[in-house]
């Protein structure tokens, strides 16, 4: 390999991220120059028939069902009006199959938007920030900031990935001097959607 370049001076904190939750994929790409095809890039444009098990195209479809519940009782959610708007995002199939698909989906999700409703206060905000580490620039944006907690959302089990992007997000805050705490509202001993405090 050619010798390296100087390390830069200016880092954005998705690229850090990046780094800590899959530092081969991180080498291959800023190293050797190699880019893996990811999840969105291998998706076919057809109709889906069955949900996707994993990826990105299940964050996405498991996210808008929970933003569609927060807040909302179940019995005064228009599954029909939620169902037609996945269905237009080529998230679910149409007709029948679908709409079981979306219940089976409901039934997931429904116990955190629950939780995190409970937990909530007020609307999220969306901090920007620099910081100055020995030399280098770190800058970017802290989401679901809110006055009382960081929140921090995980459908399925908190491995690594997410547990270091959270924490990561976390410090960033203690850097900023924000004494919040991290609450993360994922799968727990106590049932699907308690809420978790981190560190």
């Known amino acids: 390999l050619p010798a390296m370049e100087p390390p ?4 954005p904190l998705a690229q850090l991220r990046g780094f800590l939750c899959d530092p081969a994929k991180a080498f291959l790409r800023q190293r ?38 927060v807040g909302v009782d179940a019995v005064d959610l228009d599954t029909s009006d939620l169902h037609a708007a996945l269905r237009s995002r080529a998230l679910l199939p149409s007709g029948p ?23 909530r206060s007020g609307d999220a905000q969306v901090r920007a920030f620099e910081l100055d580490l020995d030399g280098t620039r770190l800058h970017g944006t802290i ?15 908190l491995n690594g990935p997410p ?3 959270h924490g990561l997000d976390w410090l960033v805050l203690c850097a900023l001097e924000e004494t919040l705490p991290l609450v993360q ?6 049932g699907p959607g308690q809420p978790q405090r981190g560190p």
């Open 32 to 69: 050797m120059q190699v880019r893996l095809p990811d999840d969105a890039d291998s998706a076919e444009d057809i109709e889906p028939l069955a949900l996707p098990s994993r990826g990105l195209q299940r964050q996405q479809l498991q996210r808008a069902v929970f933003d569609a519940c």
């Open 97 to 119: 199959l679908g709409r079981q698909q979306l219940d089976a989906l409901l039934d997931d999700v429904r116990p955190f938007a629950d939780a995190f409703g409970r937990w």
């Open 143 to 157: 989401e679901e900031l809110y006055s009382s907690w960081l929140a921090r959302l995980r459908f399925d089990a």
């Open 8 to 11: 830069e001076q200016d880092l």
């Open 185 to 190: 509202v994922a799968p727990g001993a106590d």
């Open 163 to 165: 547990q270091i992007a």
